[in-house]
């Protein structure tokens, strides 16, 4: 695999913890409204990608991408749908559970899903069958994520 590609995935990982305590900063900050401070996040987030989506295709990409789209599946418009609730749940939870659990549940929930998914090439993605060696480091950090959540009350459980 690129090493370059590889770096992303990690930056993108870095934003996503950073994102849920900015957005769950701004929702503080406008009287404790978690709905309002996603909206603004994702609206932020759609001038952006206008702006891109403008200066790669210009109107013209826009106008095709647009007449295409109504013949596309319901199904695939839930991305949008999804993110809204990752916005949200992030900034709801974030200051209740903190974010190191946030995000670790988080992770735990897209490693399962994301092994399926390329297991069995769900939503129509490419199957690439799971090894024992990734099973066996997917049962390594979900260990890791058992011991992040749960560590202390084990430990304290155990000193008794």
Do not use: Y
């Not at 401070?37 to 891109?52: D, H, K, Y």
């Not at 013209?60 to 109504?70: I, M, R, S, V, W």
């Not at 190191?100 to 899903?113: D, E, F, H, K, Y």
């Not at 769900?122 to 992040?148: D, K």
């Amino acid at each position: 695999m690129n090493l370059i590609l590889l770096a992303a995935a990690f930056c993108i990982g870095v934003a996503m913890s950073a994102q849920a305590a900015v957005n769950s900063q701004l929702a503080h900050s406008i009287g404790t409204n978690s709905i309002m401070a996603a909206l603004i996040s994702f609206s932020c987030g759609t001038v952006a990608l206008l702006v891109m989506a403008l200066a790669k295709g210009g109107v013209a990409g826009l106008g095709t991408t647009l007449t295409a789209l109504p013949s596309q599946p319901a199904w695939k418009f839930l991305g949008g749908f999804m993110g809204a609730a990752f916005v949200l749940g992030t900034v709801f939870l974030a200051p209740r559970i903190g974010l190191l659990t946030l995000v670790v549940l988080v992770i735990a929930g897209q490693l399962l899903s994301s092994m399926a998914i390329d297991h069995f090439g769900l939503i129509n993605m490419a199957r690439r069958e799971v090894s024992p060696v990734r099973l066996t480091g997917a049962l390594v950090v979900a260990l890791g994520v058992t011991i992040t959540v749960f560590g202390d009350r084990i430990v304290a459980s155990l000193s008794r």
